[in-house]
């Protein structure tokens, strides 16, 4: 894996005790970061994911958030200004599914969706902003998904909410670029993690005849993008979604 040097950022993970956020927050910590991961509402994930990075202690923070609610992130953030000097980077990886067709949707499965996945990174992203516009610096990284751009049956939500996420980063790039903040995207495909651990072998055979690369990328391979986007030499990258999916 390239070595990056992280030492003395300040990195915020939404999602970041299980699964890719999980990775990501762990990478970012054996680079020397500096990292405030978040959970929704996990606690025993969050404690066995506290547990296992004991060794960087002193570096890693654990936080309980709805990023969903805007006051709770806005509480958060002011919270954080008093603790660190500067916010570096921010990775808003937080997201949820609640699939069902579109004639049969719920209003909650679909405000529910909108709300996590795409809510919450404009109200993560604007106080992230807010903090990184007086140095002049920042990483903002969202975590999407090629259902933006594919489309599944019964993700009319999802696909929704990423795509708006993809967007909202390009406008983002265009607003504060002459800050030298960058905002960029990473689309990961089928990752192995517990989602696709669970589903019948079948299903996992067929979908890997649908990746170029016929198998399921890792949470660290994603992690590894996210790192690249968000160290200082990655400065001319901004506005663009890096795919992460094995060639689907």
Request: aromatic fraction near 8%.
């Amino acid at each position: 894996m390239i070595s990056y040097d992280f030492s003395g950022q300040n990195i915020v993970v939404t999602g970041g005790t299980r699964g890719i956020g999980r990775a990501i927050a762990e990478a970012f910590l054996a680079a020397g970061g500096r990292v405030v991961a978040i959970y929704a509402g996990n606690r025993q994930a969050a404690e066995a994911f506290t547990d296992h990075n004991r060794q960087f202690a002193d570096r890693l923070t654990i936080r309980q958030l709805d990023v969903s609610d805007y006051e709770a992130v806005a509480d958060f953030y002011q919270k954080l200004e008093t603790e660190i000097e500067q916010l570096h980077v921010l990775v808003s990886n937080a997201g949820i599914r609640r699939d069902n067709v579109v004639g049969m949707m719920t209003r909650d499965e679909w405000q529910s969706v909108l709300d996590t996945n795409l809510t919450s990174l404009y109200a993560m992203s604007k106080f992230a902003v807010q903090q990184m516009l007086g140095h002049r610096y920042g990483r903002i990284i969202a975590i999407t998904s090629p259902s933006g751009q594919l489309g599944f049956p019964g993700q009319a939500n999802y696909a929704a909410s990423k795509a708006g996420q993809v967007a909202f980063i390009k406008s983002l790039a265009r607003e504060v670029g002459r800050k030298k903040i960058t905002a960029n995207c990473v689309s990961p495909g089928f990752i192995d993690t517990d989602f696709i651990a669970s589903l019948p072998e079948e299903q996992r055979k067929a979908y890997r005849q649908n990746i170029a690369l016929r198998r399921f990328g890792t949470p660290e391979e994603v992690a590894a993008c996210v790192l690249f986007l968000a160290c200082e030499q990655a400065a001319y990258v901004t506005g663009s979604t890096l795919q992460v999916t094995g060639g689907i």
